[in-house]
């Protein structure tokens, strides 16, 4: 038996977050653990990464603020005014709150997961990727080959998200985290010395 009681998690997050968000995280999670088999990473890590990844997603804007204020989270300007952006962080502040999640491998996938970053771990770019190709996902461009990139060239797939990701954003009028776009221009570089040589 592995180290964590995933049942008992999943039966306290339903409380915390609304069924829309509930059914995504667990498709997230069982992405995940399929992704861990696929390239070799730690299948119970991966489910619990996966499960607690939007843990935060539910508490009002206004109150995410306050949290993070009283618990010394740094807020970022692109933060400060798109607070959504900060269930990221603050999930991974629940998970080793409420949670009890100790493994830093862990936390530091679930506060990554919305923005990326450059050099993800191999557990932190499972997560990054399970969200945005879980089965529910149906909106974003590209899905039908991100998801088959996925499990193949993973780097390519998460070059592939950060992209599509920006662009859309780019449409609209959305504040760009500084890590989204330094995580962008890590993996672009990435892809583009390996297609070079
Ligand atoms: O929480 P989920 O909806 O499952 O997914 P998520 O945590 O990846 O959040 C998705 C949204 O976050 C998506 O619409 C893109 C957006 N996002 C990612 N990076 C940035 C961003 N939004 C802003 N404003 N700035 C960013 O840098
Ligand atoms: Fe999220
Ligand atoms: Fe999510």
Redesign the pocket.
Known sequence: MGDYNIYKMQKKLKKYIDEARYT?TLGVMYTAASLAMCHGADIERAQVAGLLH?SA?CIPNPKKLKLCRQNDIPVTE?EQK?PY?L??KLGAYLAREKYHVRDPEILSAIEC???GKPAMTLLEKIIFIS?YIEPLRTKAANLAEIRRLAFWDLDKAVYTTMRD?LRY?EQGN????NQ?VVAYNYYKEIIQKREES
Do not use: P, Q, Y
Request: charged share 20%; glycine share 0%.
């Open positions: 995504h939007d997603k692109a798109a952006l269930h990221a997961h919305t923005t969200d990701t954003l959305a504040s760009l985290d989204t």
